[in-house]
């Protein structure tokens, strides 16, 4: 997912003339069954990733366009553990989806619930 690369430069998102692709591939990856993987767990470590085919072209011109990353089975005020379900994503990537998605208005936070922030779309 593009999140992580795009909270780097989150300070810029709102800029007007910030326009960029988001482009989509099916890769081939490869593993060493060296017997250790990243969490010093036996595994294999990722050792190569070759780009098989082109699958979709994501544009961002303005900022209604982050509008398409909202998945619409959300209820009218969610978490980011519902955001993560309904995105088929983990809960640690939806959050900071949800912190950028926050920053640049396309959703509120509304209230909390514990430690967990409750978040609202914006429709404008």
Known sequence: M???ELYKIKSFLKEPNLSFRIIMMDMDEYK???GWGKNKHNNSSKYDRI???LADEIEIDCLMD???FVPYELPEQFTAKQFA???????????????ILYYIGTVSRVGKNGNSY???VNES
């Open 2 to 4: 593009i999140f992580p």
């Open 32 to 34: 060493l069954l060296d």
């Open 51 to 53: 780009p098989t085919a």
């Open 66 to 68: 982050y509008m398409q």
């Open 85 to 99: 379900k309904a995105a088929h994503i983990q809960t640690s990537l939806a959050s900071v989806t949800l912190n």
């Open 118 to 120: 409750i978040y609202e």
